[in-house]
């Protein structure tokens, strides 16, 4: 190779070596971001579990769902941190690299474990919450049943004399038409009571449903990512 051909690549080797020095300065940016997305991770979820309460299945399942909505930020910094493999290291980064390849495994675990909890509480919320509702109305069916009870034993002129001292009108013709009006409308109060009950019932089961749903299959999808971190990163835990 002559002289002049030689000095034909002198600009590209100069170029390729600014490249490299480049891509340095990049990964340094990048592992910096993702750690300090961890950083912040970490902030939220001790945020999340302060105060702690345990064995309230309304708030493990809030909890639960909340992690694994936030999970794709701590997935990413990791991605970030472990960009560059082991080139352009600092000496402390060695066996923070181990310690978070670990970690990965760690979280892959925990998630997995929270899938049962998840199902679990899902069932007791939907108990609680029929419950709850079931409640709610047996006691405005028993008001209603004490307003028809008290309907029926009153005479019809008692009733006329009490709307018109609440200073409403009545338009029956007589009072017996009256009386039978109101416990007419009484008895479809009682139904849609009923009904209301049914469909909040409804209503409260498809959304507690879809957020299982939801919130079991990420938190799956997750373990398995954290899972692949940690499969992948094979060389951190065998490095210098």
């Not at 309460?53 to 990413?76: C, D, H, K, Y």
């Not at 709307?163 to 009006?181: D, H, I, M, V, W």
């Not at 009904?195 to 498809?206: D, E, G, I, K």
């Given at each position: 190779?002559?002289?002049?051909s030689?000095?034909?690549?002198?600009?590209?080797?100069?170029?390729?070596?600014?490249?490299?020095?480049?891509?340095?300065?990049?990964?340094?940016?990048?592992?910096?971001?993702?750690?300090?997305?961890?950083?912040?991770?970490?902030?939220?979820?001790?945020?999340?579990?302060?105060?702690?309460?345990?064995?309230?299945?309304?708030?493990e399942?809030?909890?639960?769902?909340?992690?694994?909505?936030?999970?794709p930020?701590?997935?990413i910094g990791?991605?970030l941190?472990?960009?560059?493999?082991?080139?352009?290291?600092?000496?402390?980064?060695?066996?923070?690299?181990?310690f978070?390849?670990?970690?990965?495994?760690?979280?892959?675990?925990?998630?997995?474990l929270?899938?049962?909890?998840?199902?679990?509480?899902?069932?007791?919320?939907?108990?609680?919450?029929?419950?709850?509702i079931?409640?709610?109305?047996?006691?405005?069916?028993?008001?209603?049943?004490?307003?028809?009870?008290?309907?029926q034993q009153a005479?019809?002129?008692q009733?006329?004399?009490?709307?018109?001292?609440?200073?409403?009108?009545?338009?029956?013709?007589?009072?017996?038409?009256?009386k039978?009006?109101?416990?007419?409308?009484?008895?479809k109060?009682?139904e849609?009571?009923k009904?209301?009950?049914?469909?909040?019932?409804?209503?409260?089961?498809?959304?507690?449903?879809?957020?299982?749903?939801?919130?079991?299959?990420?938190?799956?999808?997750?373990?398995?990512?954290?899972?692949?971190?940690?499969?992948?990163t094979?060389?951190?835990?065998?490095?210098?």
């Amino acid at each position: 190779m002559t002289k002049s051909s030689s000095d034909k690549f002198i600009p590209l080797i100069q170029e390729l070596q600014e490249f490299a020095f480049s891509q340095v300065s990049s990964m340094t940016l990048l592992r910096i971001l993702g750690y300090g997305l961890l950083l912040l991770a970490l902030f939220d979820i001790i945020e999340m579990l302060i105060p702690l309460r345990l064995m309230n299945p309304s708030w493990e399942f809030q909890t639960f769902g909340a992690l694994v909505e936030r999970v794709p930020v701590p997935l990413i910094g990791l991605t970030l941190i472990f960009y560059g493999e082991l080139h352009a290291r600092a000496r402390w980064e060695f066996l923070t690299l181990k310690f978070f390849s670990w970690l990965s495994l760690l979280l892959a675990v925990l998630f997995l474990l929270m899938i049962p909890l998840g199902v679990g509480n899902t069932v007791r919320l939907n108990r609680q919450s029929y419950a709850q509702i079931n409640t709610a109305s047996q006691q405005q069916m028993s008001q209603a049943e004490q307003v028809e009870k008290r309907l029926q034993q009153a005479t019809p002129q008692q009733i006329d004399n009490f709307l018109k001292s609440q200073g409403r009108s009545t338009n029956a013709k007589n009072p017996q038409e009256l009386k039978s009006q109101i416990l007419l409308e009484v008895s479809k109060a009682k139904e849609q009571i009923k009904s209301q009950a049914q469909a909040n019932q409804s209503t409260q089961r498809l959304n507690l449903l879809k957020n299982s749903v939801k919130w079991n299959i990420g938190a799956l999808v997750s373990a398995a990512l954290f899972f692949t971190i940690w499969k992948v990163t094979q060389w951190a835990r065998i490095g210098r």
